[in-house]
């Protein structure tokens, strides 16, 4: 029997692995990827779990909440319907930012397709922050919100990320997703520790756990949920659970699906880390007491599952909440503005001196964003500070997971280009970037493809009925876009 209010052991809920899922003993519950479920229609499989009290829980992918921008209210308003349709008790998103431009910069929106770090420093922090805060008060369950693995660092970070995490969960009270799959590529690629990141943390906030797997090709790790889980993964798993015993731990598998017994091997391996854990953790403790029962003094290490000892506190902590030395604490001349806006950095008073100040962080935050993402995938100069190399791999992969995505939402496009396919699209990528959704970038792929030329051997004209089908009408606006639009459509018409 699962304690009341926790989640047990779960697996990734996929189209693919749907009917693998619902046979698979001992699954507590499924996540799925809120964007690919529609509250009006949801999947018969995930209708059936729901019936037998799995739980559900979405995972939104596009909400961006580490970008610069506000949360847009229409994906809010998405995800929290996903979470009232499927009756979950919480939903998650990710420390990340999705997009970058427009307004803020005066530049092109740019999608970035792939979850971006966000930069470890006060301006970003604040951003997120205020962004959580925009979130939890949207949703009508509370938020989890997850570490992401990167490839690449931020030069001048203030932080580290169990910092940068405790922080996050102390000024705005939400939970945390922790990936250790994530702690794990950010060891390889970024040469952060990830017993540090858990000493750092607040474990007590965790809502779940993630366990993926992924790869390593010449120093890099590729977070590609595409593979088998690694031992270093689960020994992340095992340090985690001999602190605090998570409410729920999830496999996550995107890619490459096995058969069900190896996703079931999977699961077995992850409870037998969390049992091994947790049986550790009870010889220790009985250590401890026998210890402290022959009468030596016991040591507890900070965060230690079990320790009930009063944190140490510096004269500027608030009484509510442990205290830990970290940088990312605010000095106060670079304190936040009061609720009320009555004191902004430095101590400037003034009722607009809040509402200014974040303007002024959102825009810093924005304009490093954006050119950080249009040298990703736009091609423009890398910024400085930045590991050009490591920006190269990071590139490619995005533009590598472009055309990979765009073959999922849209197969006909392999199927007209045959070998040809993966080329052109990496070769319009180079340049074009994705401005919209995924399938927005099928058709203005095949759109290029229909202007500029098909590869040898390519049916025009089946890739021309293509495009005509989904992209709609021509528009009777007169705007120069709407012109446009007719005009690209009279010459394809006439191929």
């Excluded at 792929?445 to 089946?462: K, V, W």
Aim: hydrophobic share 40%; glycine share 10%.
């Amino acid at each position: 029997m699962r304690e009341p209010g926790r989640l047990g052991t779960g697996i990734g809920w996929r189209p693919e692995i749907a009917e693998a899922v619902e046979n698979m003993a001992g699954v507590d519950w499924v996540e799925a990827v809120a964007e690919n479920v529609c509250p009006g229609h949801l999947p018969e499989s995930l209708l059936r779990l729901r019936e037998r009290g799995i739980t559900v829980v979405p995972h939104g992918v596009s909400l961006g909440l580490g970008g610069a921008d506000r949360p847009d209210e229409a994906r809010l308003t998405a995800l929290a319907e996903r979470a009232e349709a499927l009756g979950s008790p919480l939903v998650t998103e990710h420390i990340a930012f999705v997009r970058a431009g427009g307004p803020l910069t005066a530049s092109p929106l740019l999608e970035a397709g792939h979850l971006l770090p966000v930069p470890r420093t006060r301006d970003a922090l604040h951003v997120l922050c205020e962004n959580v805060r925009a979130a939890q008060a949207a949703l009508p369950v509370p938020l989890a919100v997850e570490n992401i693995a990167a490839l690449i660092s931020w030069p001048g970070e203030e932080m580290t990320e169990g910092q940068f995490l405790y922080d996050l969960v102390d000024r705005t009270g939400v939970r945390l997703l922790i990936d250790v799959a994530n702690l794990h590529t950010n060891h390889v690629n970024r040469g952060e520790d990830p017993a540090k990141a858990l000493d750092e943390l607040p474990v007590e906030a965790i809502a779940y756990v993630h366990v993926a797997g992924g790869f390593e090709r010449d120093g890099v790790w590729h977070d590609s949920h595409a593979h088998p889980v690694t031992r270093p993964v689960l020994d992340i798993l095992a340090d985690l659970a001999s602190r605090v015993t998570p409410p729920g731990v999830l496999l996550e598998r995107d890619e490459n699906f096995p058969d069900p017994a190896e996703l079931e091997r999977e699961l077995t391996a992850i409870r037998g880390t969390l049992e091994t854990a947790k049986a550790g953790t009870r010889a220790a403790e009985r250590g401890t007491a026998a210890l402290v029962g022959c009468g030596a003094a016991a040591p507890v290490a900070a965060g230690e599952a079990g320790a009930e000892t009063e944190p140490t506190r510096s004269p500027d902590t608030s009484p509510t909440a442990p205290a830990i030395a970290t940088p990312a604490s605010l000095t106060p001349g670079d304190a936040e503005a009061a609720p009320d806006g009555s004191a902004g950095p430095g101590g400037q008073a003034g009722p607009g001196s809040r509402a200014g100040t974040d303007d002024a962080r959102r825009q810093r935050v924005a304009l490093a964003q954006a050119a950080l993402l249009s040298a990703l995938v736009a091609g423009t100069p890398a910024p400085e500070g930045f590991d050009r190399v490591r920006l190269g791999v990071q590139a490619r992969a995005l533009a590598a997971k472009r055309a990979d995505v765009v073959a999922k939402v849209a197969p006909e496009l392999p199927e007209i280009l045959a070998d040809a396919y993966r080329p052109a699209f990496l070769a319009y990528a180079q340049r074009r970037p994705m401005t919209g959704g995924y399938r927005r970038d099928a058709l203005d792929f095949a759109e290029h493809l229909l202007l500029t030329g098909l590869p040898e051997g390519a049916d025009t004209r089946r890739l021309r009925d293509w495009w005509l089908e989904r992209s709609g009408p021509a528009p009777l606006s007169g705007r120069p876009a709407a012109r446009l639009a007719r005009a690209t459509r009279r010459v394809l018409l006439r191929r």
